[in-house]
């Protein structure tokens, strides 16, 4: 199930090369704002080093979410992004039926890393701060305080949002194939009747259609 199959090129900017080079120019950008330009080669190769790791790791998390899902890791970006937006339907039933084991997996590690997840961003953002207080460097301090405060502030509000609108668009996907998500499918869904789905098209978290 490729993206190109389904009509679809995928964007440039979900290509592994341009999550790196974000990656690469978000990291260089805070070093230089926090450290100077005297360091510059040390920051550059830290980041490059930092900026394929993450890309490593996105990649990583894409093609296990495609397998889980049943569909090519270069449409997982766009999935995530018409969740994001609750935008327009996907038309193909096969990929009306990804969408919701999608949806599933993200509610599911949402709800397992929770616990865990904000408490160590906090630790880390807000700790990192007070080493540099502690160093005497008190501009960096209040940077740093700042600069995490905003963003798990962001964080919060994006994860509600997330949460809310994955409920949206599982309930219009439910809606219009009539609960069309039973039990594990890697391929197209079973059939589909004036564009809506018919036959089982599965869960990737092994959870009953109404469950949640």
Do not use: C
């Amino acid at each position: 199930m490729g993206s190109q199959g389904h009509g679809q090129v995928q964007r440039w900017q979900d290509r592994w090369w341009a999550v790196g080079l974000l990656v690469l120019v978000v990291w260089v950008g805070i070093r230089l704002a926090f450290d100077g330009w005297s360091g510059w080669p040390g920051i550059l190769v830290g980041g490059l080093v930092y900026a394929g790791f993450m890309t490593w790791l996105v990649m990583r998390r894409r093609r296990r979410d495609a397998r889980a899902v049943g569909t090519d890791a270069a449409r997982v970006p766009e999935l995530e992004r018409r969740i994001a937006r609750n935008g327009e339907l996907p038309e193909d039933p096969a990929e009306q039926a990804a969408m919701i084991r999608l949806i599933r997996r993200r509610e599911e590690k949402l709800r397992r890393n929770r616990w865990w997840a904000f408490p160590l961003l906090a630790l880390l953002f807000f700790g990192i701060p007070v080493l540099w207080f502690a160093s005497g460097n008190v501009g960096a301090g209040l940077w740093g305080l700042a600069f995490g405060a905003a963003f798990l502030g962001w964080m919060v509000w994006f994860n509600r949002r997330f949460v809310r609108r994955m409920a949206g668009m599982r309930q219009r996907i439910e809606g219009v194939g009539g609960g069309v998500v039973t039990g594990p499918v890697a391929g197209p869904a079973a059939g589909s009747v004036n564009g809506s789905v018919t036959g089982p098209a599965g869960g990737a978290e092994g959870f009953a259609p109404r469950a949640r």
